[in-house]
């Protein structure tokens, strides 16, 4: 898009979750969340199955009318933008479009409906990788393919903030990879990028920071390397030996906590490999295995997480 075609800004590009409640008759989809995500970064929403998420988005894009609280984008209401789609570019599902229409066609249209030049089609196709299938009929395309098709819909106001959720459903490994460089490089360019989903291991490796919900309430929110490591008294030592006893014997005299897992490897908790090396030295304990277990975004959000039902 030329300079003198794109975007307006929309104040800072932040968004800011402020008191946020869902009631649906005797349940509460949401409540009383709270959060912020900054331009400049991927920001992961995650919840298990029927914690808000969704919800959650869809007030946010106006969808769905809160019961309390209120969620802005650069300080408006999306309600209140102007051209929203050049503010905010959103998928929540997989692309719906006439079956018999090709993709290029699809995109023509909604730019037509916004007031866009209708080379900014053939623009996003591009972006997203599906020029070779521009004028294939969207009834052919695959799950994976109507996912980019709805991501090119998204940008063709070249918006400041994109929302998506679960946008990488339906993606083999290669498409997985290819949009976690694309909200990457889109985030660099210092868009606000929010992205809902439950891949925890692909979040790890996209997200700058998450916001992790829970039967509709905030659990924990912060950049990734911080969260993980806010639970680093879960990082235990793994120890295989055929001095297990001794060793275990050793180690509870230190204060560390020993369990032994169903292989008869030693977990140990509160002293580094270090010590446990010198402690198996001194009793002469012959090592077979000395590992570092540290804790992953997803062991994080299951622990995080644990005995919070989804309330939706």
Do not use: C
Not at 162 to 170: F, K, T
Not at 175 to 198: D, N
Not at 242 to 256: G, I
Request: no cysteine; net charge positive; charged share 20%.
């Amino acid at each position: 898009m030329s300079d003198g075609q794109r975007s307006p800004t929309t104040g800072s590009g932040q968004i800011v979750v402020s008191g946020l409640t869902k009631q649906y008759k005797n349940v509460r989809a949401v409540n009383d969340l709270s959060f912020t995500v900054e331009p400049g970064r991927v920001t992961g929403f995650l919840g298990p199955n029927g914690a808000g998420k969704t919800t959650t988005l869809r007030m946010l894009l106006n969808l769905v009318t809160p019961t309390a609280g209120s969620a802005t984008i650069g300080g408006r209401r999306y309600a209140d933008l102007t051209d929203p789609l050049r503010h905010v570019g959103a998928v929540l599902e997989a692309s719906s479009a006439h079956k018999g229409r090709t993709g290029i066609n699809h995109l023509r249209v909604i730019a037509a409906a916004a007031g866009l030049p209708k080379t900014r089609a053939d623009e996003v196709l591009a972006m997203v990788g599906l020029t070779p299938a521009a004028k294939r009929k969207f009834k052919g395309y695959s799950l994976g393919m109507k996912q980019r098709l709805g991501i090119a819909a998204a940008m063709l106001g070249d918006p400041r903030v994109l929302v998506l959720d679960e946008p990488a459903n339906g993606l083999d490994p290669e498409g997985i990879r290819w949009m976690r460089g694309f909200l990457k490089a889109l985030a660099t360019e210092g868009r606000t990028v929010l992205v809902s989903s439950h891949l925890l291991s692909e979040m790890q490796l996209l997200a700058d920071d998450v916001v992790i919900i829970a039967a509709g309430q905030l659990i924990r929110q912060g950049p990734v390397d911080q969260v993980i490591g806010s639970m680093a008294q879960t990082t235990r030592v793994r120890v295989r030996t055929p001095q297990a006893t001794e060793l275990a014997k050793a180690l509870r005299e230190q204060s560390a906590v020993v369990e032994v897992d169903p292989h008869g490897a030693l977990l140990v908790a509160g002293v580094d490999a270090a010590t446990v090396g010198r402690a198996a030295l001194a009793v002469q304990a012959e090592l077979h295995e000395l590992t570092t277990e540290r804790p992953d975004l997803e062991g994080v959000f299951l622990e995080l997480t644990a005995g919070k039902a989804g309330i939706r």
